[in-house]
């Protein structure tokens, strides 16, 4: 489907990608085949796809073929009432080919393609899909100005860039600018993963497990580009902009919270920070809305932390899911918690941010 958004002359990129990309984003690995090993049961199921066992073209896998008729249809089995549609994968890995491979305008044709495409298969089921878009890592300017044109598409609801707003893995002061007109168009921000990752240093399968088995996303992902963006002030120049984080887990939060505060005292007089609050005061603040899969000690911190800065998702279609069952785990996750808890953690602290009916 989205080739029919890609000028022709670009195709090539959709060889390049699965098949040459062996580590890109959060997706750890691409087989021969090009086979997304984060879908679902990819994990587990790999070795039996390399021993030929899974034919991956015939056993079709459950969010790794079809269009929205069919992710609809997986939501409703699995239990799911509204999910936030990323760029991930194969996707993912044509964008960032194109960005390392192609001129600025071609670039944002592909990137663009792309948008529309996440649009028209959004825009389908307007009640159960929110369409992310993405934003071009080519300077503050074409950020904003994508930000400003995919804010009219149908079916976006919220917007995920890959780095921070003025394409660079370190915030800068341009990047106010993005946040305070995606405020203005009352935009939601995704921080999916996070902005800055070494993921990229990865050079074997066992780098690629350890960084898994481990979850080292949780000091180098999405909790070190929060780290940034804490330290930057942007919080005290624009109190009112919320990010949430993705993918990333919560329940670090108070050892890290501990941490930040007794360094920061030591840190920042070198560094040339000046922040208003200690930075574990933004951590909870409501700035922020933190994402957890399967994080029980997030759950079980939730006074600590703060239940209104607490979200779940199920990651379908990748191998953190437990599709069909993901309604299930997600209700043991929060069996502890009282009724009103288990509403904001499941569905309303969420549906909130992204502007959705409670």
């Given at each position: 489907?989205?080739e029919?958004?890609i000028?022709?002359?670009?195709?090539?990129?959709f060889?390049q990608?699965p098949?040459k990309?062996?580590?890109?984003?959060?997706?750890?690995?691409?087989?021969?085949?090009?086979?997304?090993?984060?879908?679902?049961g990819?994990?587990r199921?790999?070795?039996?796809?390399?021993?030929?066992?899974?034919?991956i073209?015939?056993?079709?896998?459950?969010?790794?073929?079809?269009?929205?008729?069919?992710?609809a249809?997986?939501?409703?089995?699995?239990?799911?009432t509204?999910a936030?549609l990323?760029?991930?994968?194969?996707?993912?890995?044509?964008?960032?080919?194109?960005?390392?491979?192609l001129?600025?305008?071609?670039?944002?044709?592909v990137?663009?393609?792309?948008n529309?495409f996440?649009?028209?298969?959004?825009?389908?089921?307007p009640d159960?899909?929110?369409?992310?878009?993405?934003?071009?890592?080519t300077?503050?300017?074409?950020?904003i100005?994508e930000?400003q044109?995919?804010?009219?598409?149908?079916?976006?609801?919220?917007?995920?860039?890959?780095a921070?707003p003025?394409?660079?893995?370190?915030?800068?002061?341009?990047?106010?600018?993005f946040y305070?007109?995606?405020?203005?168009?009352?935009?939601?921000?995704t921080?999916?993963?996070?902005?800055?990752?070494?993921?990229?240093?990865?050079?074997?399968?066992?780098?690629?497990?350890?960084?898994?088995i481990?979850?080292?996303?949780?000091?180098?992902?999405?909790?070190?580009?929060?780290t940034?963006?804490?330290?930057?002030?942007?919080?005290?120049r624009?109190?009112?902009?919320?990010?949430?984080?993705l993918?990333?887990?919560?329940?670090?939060?108070?050892?890290?919270?501990?941490?930040?505060?007794?360094?920061?005292?030591?840190?920042?007089?070198w560094?040339?920070?000046?922040?208003?609050?200690?930075?574990?005061w933004?951590?909870?603040?409501?700035?922020f809305?933190?994402?957890?899969?399967?994080?029980?000690?997030?759950i079980?911190?939730?006074n600590?932390?703060?239940v209104?800065?607490?979200?779940?998702?199920?990651d379908?279609?990748?191998?953190?899911?437990e599709?069909?069952?993901?309604?299930?785990?997600a209700m043991?996750?929060?069996a502890?918690?009282?009724?009103e808890e288990?509403?904001?953690i499941l569905?309303?602290?969420?549906?909130?941010?992204?502007?959705?009916?409670?």
């Open positions: 489907m989205l029919n958004y000028p022709q002359k670009h195709h090539p990129l060889e990608a098949y990309i062996k580590i890109h984003g959060h997706t750890p690995c691409y087989g021969d085949d090009g086979v997304n090993v984060a879908a679902i990819g994990y199921d790999y070795w039996k796809i390399r021993k030929g066992t899974i034919d073209k015939k056993d079709k896998i459950p969010g790794t073929y079809g269009g929205p008729d069919e992710y249809e997986w939501m409703k089995i699995d239990g799911i509204a936030v990323l760029p991930g994968g194969p996707t993912g890995s044509v964008i960032g080919v194109a960005r390392g491979t001129d600025r305008a071609e670039y944002l044709d990137l663009r393609g792309y529309n996440a649009s028209d298969f959004s825009k389908a089921y159960m899909f929110l369409g992310g878009a993405c934003i071009p890592t300077g503050i300017d074409d950020a100005a930000l044109r995919v804010s009219k598409l149908p079916g976006i609801r919220t917007v995920a860039p890959a921070f003025n394409g660079s893995a370190s915030p800068q002061p341009e990047d106010d600018r305070q007109e995606a405020m203005n168009l009352g935009m939601p921000i921080m999916h993963g996070g902005w800055s990752s070494p993921i990229g240093g990865c050079k074997n399968d066992q780098d690629v497990a350890a960084w898994i481990g979850h080292i996303e949780v000091v180098t992902g999405g909790p070190y580009s929060a940034q963006m804490i330290l930057s002030g942007v919080f005290d624009l109190p009112n902009l919320r990010i949430i984080v993918e990333a887990g919560a329940g670090w939060l108070p050892f890290s919270m501990d941490v930040m505060d007794h360094f920061y005292d030591r840190q920042r007089h560094a040339g920070i000046d922040l208003k609050n200690p930075p574990s933004y951590c909870t603040s409501g700035n809305l933190w994402n957890v899969i399967a994080d029980r000690h997030a079980k911190m939730r600590f932390i703060g209104d800065n607490l979200s779940w998702a199920s379908f279609p990748h191998g953190n899911s599709f069909p069952e993901d309604r299930a785990r043991k996750l929060v502890d918690c009282t009724a288990r509403n904001k569905w309303s602290n969420a549906a909130q941010f992204y502007g959705l009916e409670t």
